[in-house]
């Protein structure tokens, strides 16, 4: 074997060890690009790539405005509005509660692109719901962390996934977005019918007996004009293909198409509360400042490692070994990053490395890219969800009063039902 790759091998072997004993996940991946860059061609392409990523307008402009526009809707209240109008049906259909949390904490999360910020915003409300309705903490915090984690955000073209995804692919945001939905919703759909049927319920006339229903937990009237702000840079991204000539950002760059779709965003919230607008220039450079400190980072030590693993000439040989056999490499592609995640707690490193391995070499093995890279995203996002280590499952715990082992012992079937489902779909190309 080439000693080169042999040392990648050893390489990659330590990293991952050090990112299950809990080393932070950027210093160890940039640490271990240093011997990989050293025996390839030297610390100047290393540093290269590292400034390229960093100033990576394709990345860093869309997230970054995504988290600042997250940020602004925090400042106005719009956020929360959206959740009052997502869960008021739910107050009196008390047996579409887990589905109906769920699947609110699913649209919130493509809306604000953090699945730790959708808990903090979702939580207060349809916690008490939840326990109200008869339903123990630990599902309560499980339906919570399913909602908050599971792969909403892979439906908002500002996402870390879908920016790299479009990168690697050459499509726009929102086409990645529109050719991953299908997995996305077959995958994400079949963990929380699993969840919904296998969850356990307390004693509903205990509960009432105690005093806890559902009546008692306040309502509060919804705002439909700030409810709605939320979701308009979205339906501006997704109509704005079909309203070629008619769209002021029709001829955008992709980037710049998603910043002005923000930043309209930014306008309508500033509308519905005027008096709140003098701040509006610190909380979305506040929330820009961040999505760079806590995502833009991750890429780029991701990125510069995973160029690092293919100098070295391991990942070409990896692919020579899989050639012949796609339903191998499918299987790789989504549980490697869904165990990377389980034992670092973030989906953002192992989807970007994953995606940077096997995306730009898929289509010579038989394997949509698209599939390929929303299969690592997924995956990831999966694996997140269950980890003990993940920012999303301590809030979860919080908001919950729940033990966070017992809510990831009640997540983990439905996840592995759903990854199972996706693997499957992927290996049939039916999604």
């Known amino acids: 074997m080439n000693p080169t790759i042999a040392i990648a091998i050893l390489v990659l072997l330590a990293a991952t060890a050090l990112i299950v004993r809990g080393v932070e996940v950027r210093l160890v991946l940039l640490a271990a690009s240093v011997p990989l860059f050293a025996l390839t061609g030297g610390m100047v392409p290393m540093l290269d790539k590292v400034v390229a990523e960093m100033a990576n307008a394709a990345t860093v402009v869309p997230i970054c405005s995504a988290l600042g526009f997250a940020h602004v809707l925090k400042l106005t209240g719009c956020d929360q509005q959206l959740v009052r109008l997502l869960l008021k049906p739910l107050r009196r259909v008390r047996w579409l509660l887990v589905p109906g949390g769920i699947a609110a904490g699913y649209v919130i999360n493509s809306t604000i692109v953090s699945q730790t910020g959708t808990a903090a915003v979702l939580g207060p409300i349809l916690v008490p719901l939840l326990l109200a309705s008869g339903l123990g903490p630990e599902v309560a915090g499980a339906v919570l962390l399913l909602g908050s984690s599971m792969g909403g955000e892979l439906f908002n073209p500002g996402a870390v996934e879908m920016r790299k995804l479009a990168e690697l692919t050459g499509l726009s945001g929102h086409e990645a977005v529109l050719r991953s939905a299908r997995l996305n919703l077959l995958a994400c759909g079949s963990a929380l019918l699993a969840f919904w049927l296998s969850a356990p319920r307390r004693d509903a006339a205990q509960d009432e007996a105690e ?6 937990v306040p309502e509060e009237r919804v705002n439909l004009l700030k409810a709605v702000v939320p979701v308009v840079p979205l339906l501006i991204l997704f109509a704005d293909p079909l309203l070629a000539g008619y769209s002021p950002i029709h001829d955008f760059r ?10 309209i965003g930014i306008v309508l919230a500033g509308l519905t ?9 610190t909380a979305f450079f506040d929330g820009a400042g961040y999505a760079y400190t806590h995502v833009i980072s991750l890429i780029v030590a991701a990125s510069t490692f995973a160029e690092g693993i293919r100098l ?8 020579r070994g899989l050639v012949g056999s796609p339903g ?3 299987a790789v592609a989504a549980v490697a990053p869904w165990a990377l995640a389980v034992a670092s707690g973030t989906g953002i490193a192992p989807a970007v490395s994953v995606m940077e391995f096997f995306v730009p070499v898929s289509s010579s093995m038989g394997i ?3 599939r390929l890279g929303t299969l690592a995203s997924l995956g990831a996002h999966f694996g997140r969800t269950m980890s003990p280590a993940a920012a999303v499952v301590a809030m979860c715990a919080t908001l919950s009063g729940a033990s966070a082992s017992r809510m990831i012992r009640l997540v983990a079937g439905p996840l592995a039902a759903g990854g199972l489902i996706m693997i499957a779909a992927a290996l049939l190309k039916v999604a």
């Open 312 to 319: 070295s000439g391991l990942i070409g040989l990896i692919i």
């Open 254 to 263: 992709d980037p710049a198409r998603i910043l002005a779709a923000m930043l």
């Open 273 to 281: 509360s005027p008096r709140a607008i003098r701040r509006f220039g």
């Open 211 to 216: 005093g806890r229903t559902i009546a008692d």
């Open 368 to 370: 949509d890219p698209v």
């Open 328 to 330: 191998l490499t499918i």
